[in-house]
Structures are given as structure tokens and as C-alpha cells.
């Protein structure tokens, strides 16, 4: 193999002997921030997808004229993009046109009552007083802890390599002090009396895959940052967002291939030597960077190559998070109609607790269900077609993984009209008689899309024992030369999360080899 094996990739960059060449598997948000960062850095980049576009999950498609953006729809922290890009000698804001939503999302329950976040702390006591006058003293305790968990969960672990022991060991003092073991359920019961409070102030690991009865309580950091830096949308989706930082890499020189798909990790003379591709081919590298899940990373991609600590046993024994049903679809003459759906609700069914453990735990596709639902075309016109809307709503379901799971080929359409009845009933009254397009993903998608493990939507699920040092690293303990990005490696998922992953990344690559 040599270096001039890249020149096979058809457009590829002129090759440069002398400055260093990184490949990056996956051109998911994390993948494409890695890139930038190390752009700006002074490498080569050359990033392969095997999709036909930017963004991973953060991709959309079109559909008679709608658009349906796949996953992300919350930009929280947006300093994490504006710090890309100037690390990168750009300005985000000329790039993306990012939009601040006030309120934030509502939460609706069976009973007809309703919760507003807001963003502005007195409104918020007000929701809270509507609810259970006795919890705001409650809330106000609790917005104090989560914005000490913001500092030392975010701030400090979260920008900074968990990639030795040492790194874990000097923060557990500060782990035991803040009870990290507690979950945030737990510490959401402890600050809040009313049960409906209970969930709207621990529901959000779920937006990242956790189990909120499991997953520890530092999570409850996201109160803070929603209140300290707002919720936000960029104008074009989240795509828009990945197309931008395609643009950066492109112009910083870097090449960005779609329809490729990694086969193998070239591994020689214990070090990375680059990656074969699934048509054959390889591309050599001084260092390879993957931003496809960490377990397909290390079962799929170094299958060949003998691992001590991410064995195929011990990704058996890993939890994932959980999989999702997602109904994307459109609505015609629709945009005067059900005017009190805004931008991101939260639509309770009979059961919190259960039906996550119906999920996580059991694996059981319930007939009872809580959705997200997404409706952007109230605050983006490219979204859809004028006077129609685009909408998704997406129900957390098992993951492929447990016994007797769901079989998808046969679930997906009745389990649709399952879900379009509960719209219908307790939120877009008359839908039927308006739908347009339509296209759902099952964890089957997931799986075949992203080549996200047992289908999962949000790679492993961040507990206490597979958070930080426990997570698979960012710079690989099974080969030099390889590094890991996105949402199975640390922080963790959520696009704060793999944007984080690539600024802990540019700290742990050496310097590239520049022309003297
Ligand atoms: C429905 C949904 C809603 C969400 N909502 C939010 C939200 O509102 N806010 C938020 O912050 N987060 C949200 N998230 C989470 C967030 O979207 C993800 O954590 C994040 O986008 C994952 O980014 P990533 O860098 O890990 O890469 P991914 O998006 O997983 O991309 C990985 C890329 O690698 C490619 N790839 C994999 N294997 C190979 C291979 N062998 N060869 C070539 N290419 C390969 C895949 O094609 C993919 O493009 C949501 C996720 C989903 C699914």
C-alpha cells in the first residue's frame, strides 16, 4: 500500500506527500467537526460516508416538496459551533441562521394539563406554581444543582480527554459529592413533590438515549444550559448546520466523499495504516479518525485485529440506548389549523415510569406511548410547501437487542396508525384527512442507515459505568493511530456531545508532519 493509493478516490485532493493525511470515517456532526478541527490544525482530511449527503442522523430527505429532518431538531449550547468555527477562522452566524425559540417546548398530559418551558426563570416558577405551588422552592434547588453539574459535567469533563485512569480517579471526589449514582429521576423526585414535575424535569436523557431512571443525575445539567444559552433552531434544519461545516472543510482544502463506505481499519506494524473501503480499495493515512458508532468501529471495522478491551464479549455485555420510531410526514392546507401546537411538543401518555421500563428494560413494544412531536414549519418556510406543514413524531421503543424483539417488517405500519391515532385524538384532530407525505423509520432503519448497533438511535447508553473514562475513548485503546468521535465515545451523544468529541480529539492528535 502506499501513499499514492488515495489518488483512486475519484476527485480526491492532489496528493501532498508531505503533510499528513487523516482519514475520517462518517460524516455525522462529530465526524465533520473532527475534520474542521483538524483542518485547522494543518492536515489533510479526506472524510467518506456511505450516505449520499451531510449530517449522519443530523441528515434530512425531501418528499413532495416537504422536508423531513431525520433527527436533531434542539440546538442547545450554540457557543459549541460558534468555538468550531472560529477555531477553524470563521464566523458560525454568517453560515447558519440560527433561530431562538421562547418557549422552548410544551408538555402535554392525558389529563389535559399542559407545562410551557420558558426561558426566563420567573415564567418557569410560574409553570411550576400552576402545577404544585409546593415544588417552587423545589425548582429553585433544583435549577442551583444543575447549574453545578452544568460546570463540572459540561465545562470541565465534557471539553477535557477521559482517556486515562487518572483523568477518572481526580474527578471522583466531585462525582461522590454531587451523587452522581443517584439518576436523574431520582433527583427530579427529590426536589419535586407532583409527578408531572417529576417527569418534566427528567425526561431529557431520553433526547440522548438514556434510560432517566439510570442515567446519572449530572444530566440534570440540561436545565441549566436551556436556561443559560436558550433553545435553538437553525433555519434549513440541522442539515443546513452539516452542509456549512462540509463547506468549511471543503474550503480549508479537506475532501468530503459520499456513497463510500469504510470496510476495515488497516492495521500495520501496530499502528493505523488507513482503511479499506468496501469496493476494495484503500486509502492510506497517518491516522484514522471514526465517527461511525464505536461498536460497529471496533466489531465491524477492526474485526481482524485482536482487541483487548472492547472484545465483541464485552459489547455483548454493553447497554444501548434505545430505539426509536420515527413518523415523518406532511400536511396539506394545514398551517392555520391546530394553532396551539407550536415548534417541539411533548405529549404524555397514561404511563412515565412503566413505560420505560417496558423499553429499556423488558423490551416490549407497548401499546400505550409518549411522543415528541416536531412540527417546524411554524418557524422555518423552507420546511414545506406554503400553507402545508411538515411534522415527525417519534416514539421511544426497545432496540433490536432483546429476546423475542420487534419484528419491524411486520409492526411498522400498524404500529403508524397507532401513533397517528393518538395525534388524532389528543392533538392534531382531523389529521387523517390532511396527510400528504410520508415515510417512518423503525430501529430496522437505524440499523441498516447508520450501521447503528442492535438499531439503537443513540449508541451506548450514558450510565455512570459507560460515561467518561468507562466509554470507549477518544483516542483508541486497542491502536495508535486511531481516534473516536460522536455519540458512542466521549462526551457522549447530542450534538453538543459529538461537537465536544472533536474538540477533545484536536487536543489528543499530535501535530501533523508539515513541509519544512
Ligand atoms: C430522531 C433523533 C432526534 C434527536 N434529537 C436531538 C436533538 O434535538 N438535539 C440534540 O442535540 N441531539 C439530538 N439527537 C442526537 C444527535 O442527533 C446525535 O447524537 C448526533 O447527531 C450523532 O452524531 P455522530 O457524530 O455520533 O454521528 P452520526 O449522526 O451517527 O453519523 C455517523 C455517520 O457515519 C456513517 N458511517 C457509519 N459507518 C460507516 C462506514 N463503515 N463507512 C462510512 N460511513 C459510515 C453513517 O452513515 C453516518 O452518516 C437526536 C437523534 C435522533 C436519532
Same mark, same amino acid.
Not at 409553570?127 to 470541565?156: H, I, M, N, T, W
Not at 420546511?383 to 421511544?396: H, R
Given at each position: 500500500m502506499t501513499r499514492q493509493d488515495i489518488g483512486i478516490l475519484q476527485n480526491a485532493t492532489p496528493i501532498d506527500p508531505v503533510r499528513s493525511h487523516a482519514v475520517v470515517i462518517g460524516a455525522g456532526l462529530g465526524g465533520l467537526a473532527s475534520a474542521m478541527r483538524l483542518g485547522a490544525r494543518g492536515y489533510r482530511v479526506t472524510v467518506v460516508d456511505r450516505l449520499d449527503g451531510p449530517g449522519g442522523r443530523g441528515s434530512a430527505i425531501w418528499k413532495d416538496g416537504h422536508r423531513f429532518d431525520l433527527g436533531p431538531t434542539i440546538v442547545t449550547v450554540p457557543q459549541v459551533f460558534r468555538e468550531l468555527w472560529a477555531a477553524c477562522g470563521r464566523d458560525f452566524s454568517e453560515d447558519v441562521d440560527l433561530v431562538s425559540l421562547d418557549p422552548f417546548y410544551e408538555i402535554l398530559w392525558p389529563d389535559g394539563e399542559r407545562f410551557c418551558a420558558y426561558r426566563d426563570p420567573a415564567r418557569m !416558577?410560574?409553570?411550576?406554581?400552576?402545577?404544585?405551588?409546593?415544588?417552587?422552592?423545589?425548582?429553585?434547588?433544583?435549577?442551583?444543582?444543575?447549574?453545578?453539574?452544568?460546570? @463540572?459535567? @459540561?465545562?470541565?469533563?465534557?471539553?477535557?480527554?477521559?482517556?486515562?485512569?487518572?483523568?477518572?480517579?481526580?474527578?471522583?471526589?466531585?462525582?461522590?459529592?454531587?451523587?452522581?449514582?443517584r439518576s436523574v429521576y431520582a433527583h427530579a423526585a427529590r426536589r419535586f413533590r407532583d409527578p408531572r414535575l417529576r417527569m418534566a424535569f427528567s425526561f431529557h436523557p431520553l433526547f440522548i438515549g438514556g434510560d432517566p431512571t439510570r442515567v446519572t443525575s449530572i444530566y440534570i445539567l440540561v436545565s441549566h444550559l436551556e436556561k443559560a444559552f436558550g433553545v435553538h433552531y437553525p433555519i434549513g434544519g440541522v442539515a443546513a448546520i452539516a452542509r456549512a461545516m462540509e463547506n468549511v472543510i471543503r474550503s480549508q482544502g479537506g475532501t468530503v466523499r459520499y456513497g463510500v463506505e469504510a470496510d476495515e481499519i488497516l492495521v500495520d506494524q501496530g499502528h493505523v495504516q488507513g482503511i479499506a473501503l468496501a469496493d476494495g480499495q484503500r486509502v492510506t493515512a497517518d491516522l484514522v479518525v471514526s465517527n461511525a458508532d464505536s461498536g460497529h468501529t471496533y466489531q465491524r471495522l477492526l474485526r481482524n485485529h485482536p482487541r483487548r478491551r472492547w472484545t465483541?464479549?464485552?459489547?455483548?455485555?454493553?447497554?444501548?440506548?434505545?430505539?426509536?420510531?420515527?413518523?415523518?410526514?406532511?400536511?396539506?392546507?394545514?398551517?392555520?389549523?391546530?394553532? !396551539?401546537?407550536?415548534?417541539?411538543?411533548?405529549?404524555?401518555?397514561?404511563r412515565y415510569r412503566g413505560l420505560i421500563r417496558d423499553i429499556f428494560l423488558k423490551g416490549t413494544l407497548a401499546d400505550d406511548m409518549s411522543l415528541y412531536v416536531h412540527r417546524p414549519s411554524v418557524n422555518d418556510p423552507?420546511?414545506?410547501?406554503?400553507?402545508?406543514?411538515?411534522?415527525?413524531?417519534?416514539?421511544?421503543?426497545?432496540?433490536?437487542?432483546?429476546?423475542?424483539?420487534?419484528?419491524?417488517?411486520?409492526?411498522a405500519e400498524r404500529y403508524r396508525q397507532k401513533v397517528q391515532a393518538v395525534l388524532e385524538d389528543q392533538l392534531l384532530p382531523g389529521l387523517g384527512a390532511h396527510l400528504t407525505a410520508s415515510e417512518v423509520f423503525t430501529p430496522n432503519t437505524f440499523r441498516d442507515r447508520y450501521l447503528s448497533p442492535l438499531g439503537c438511535g @443513540?449508541?451506548?447508553?450514558?450510565?455512570?459505568?459507560?460515561?467518561?473514562? @468507562?466509554?470507549?475513548?477518544?483516542?483508541?485503546?486497542?491502536?495508535?493511530?486511531?481516534?473516536?468521535?460522536?455519540?458512542?465515545?466521549?462526551?457522549?451523544?447530542?450534538?453538543?456531545?459529538?461537537?465536544?468529541s472533536a474538540e477533545v480529539l484536536s487536543k489528543l492528535v499530535p501535530d501533523p508532519v508539515r513541509v519544512p
Open positions: !416558577e410560574k409553570e411550576v406554581a400552576r402545577l404544585s405551588p409546593g415544588d417552587v422552592k423545589g425548582y429553585r434547588k433544583f435549577l442551583r444543582d444543575s447549574e453545578a453539574r452544568y460546570q @463540572f459535567g @459540561f465545562e470541565d469533563l465534557g471539553r477535557r480527554p477521559m482517556n486515562r485512569l487518572w483523568d477518572l480517579i481526580k474527578v471522583l471526589p466531585t462525582f461522590a459529592r454531587m451523587r452522581a449514582d465483541n464479549q464485552r459489547l455483548a455485555r454493553t447497554k444501548w440506548s434505545m430505539g426509536l420510531f420515527v413518523w415523518y410526514f406532511g400536511t396539506k392546507g394545514t398551517r392555520g389549523l391546530w394553532p !396551539e401546537v407550536g415548534h417541539h411538543t411533548i405529549l404524555n401518555g397514561p423552507t420546511v414545506a410547501p406554503e400553507g402545508d406543514d411538515t411534522f415527525y413524531a417519534l416514539s421511544p421503543v426497545p432496540h433490536l437487542g432483546h429476546s423475542d424483539s420487534v419484528d419491524w417488517q411486520t409492526e @443513540f449508541s451506548i447508553e450514558p450510565r455512570i459505568l459507560q460515561s467518561a473514562w @468507562f466509554r470507549p475513548h477518544n483516542v483508541s485503546e486497542e491502536i495508535p493511530g486511531l481516534f473516536l468521535v460522536g455519540a458512542g465515545t466521549h462526551p457522549g451523544a447530542g450534538l453538543p456531545g459529538v461537537v465536544s
